[in-house]
C-alpha cells in the first residue's frame, strides 16, 4: 500500500461519499458532490457549456441530468444534452427539445438518442446548450482557472449560434468558472 502523508487508507475509498451520499443504490456518475452547490449563471445562449465527468469501463450512460436554479429558462427555442469522448468527439446527444419550458428549480433528465457503453475509463465531457432569450441558471459551483501545467478545465464554453444539432467535436474551448452539476445514469 502507498502512504499518502500521514493517512495509511486509501483515498478513493474515503472520498466515495462526495459522489454517493444521498444518492440511492443505482448506477450514477456524477461531477460534483450535492454539498456545496448553489445557483450558477453557467449558460450563454447558443453557447455549448461542458464539463468533465469521470466514467468507469463498463458504465452504460443512458441518460445525462442538469438542475436548473432560482432562473427558468425564458422563451427557449432550443435546447440539450451531449456526451464527448475524452478527445472532445461527439458520442451521443439528447432529442433537442425545442420550445419545451424548464422551470427553476427543475431536475431534466433527457435520455441518450443512443445509449453509450464506456470501454475506457476517463474523464468524459458531458455538455449542455441552451438557446433562449433567458437560459436558465443551473445547481453548480465555482471553479478556479487551472493553474499547473496540464491541468485542465473544470467547465468550458465552446461554439456559438448553436440551435439543433451539437457539434461534432468541442472545438476552441474557452474557461468557464461556473461548474454546473451533471449526473450520468
Request: aromatic residues 6%.
Amino acid at each position: 500500500m502507498t502512504v499518502h502523508g500521514a493517512y495509511r487508507g486509501i483515498p478513493r475509498d474515503d472520498l466515495g461519499y462526495l459522489n454517493s451520499a444521498g444518492r440511492p443504490d443505482v448506477f450514477h456518475r456524477a461531477n460534483l458532490p450535492r454539498v456545496g452547490l448553489d445557483d450558477v449563471a453557467a449558460l450563454a445562449t447558443g453557447v455549448m457549456t461542458s464539463v468533465d465527468l469521470w466514467l468507469n469501463e463498463g458504465d452504460l450512460v443512458t441518460n445525462l441530468t442538469f438542475v436548473s436554479a432560482g432562473t427558468a429558462a425564458g422563451t427557449p427555442t432550443n435546447w440539450w444534452f451531449a456526451l464527448y469522448d475524452p478527445t472532445g468527439a461527439l458520442m451521443a446527444q439528447t432529442a433537442d427539445q425545442t420550445s419545451t419550458a424548464w422551470a427553476a428549480d427543475t431536475v431534466k433528465t433527457l435520455a441518450l438518442a443512443t445509449a453509450q457503453r464506456i470501454t475506457r475509463s476517463g474523464k468524459y465531457k458531458a455538455a449542455i446548450n441552451v438557446t433562449a432569450t433567458t437560459p436558465p441558471t443551473l445547481v453548480g459551483t465555482v471553479g478556479a482557472k487551472p493553474v499547473l501545467s496540464g491541468e485542465a478545465n473544470l467547465s468550458q464554453t465552446s461554439g456559438s449560434g448553436l440551435t439543433t444539432t451539437a457539434p461534432a467535436t468541442i472545438a476552441t474551448p474557452a474557461f468557464k468558472r461556473q461548474v454546473p452539476l451533471v449526473i450520468a445514469t
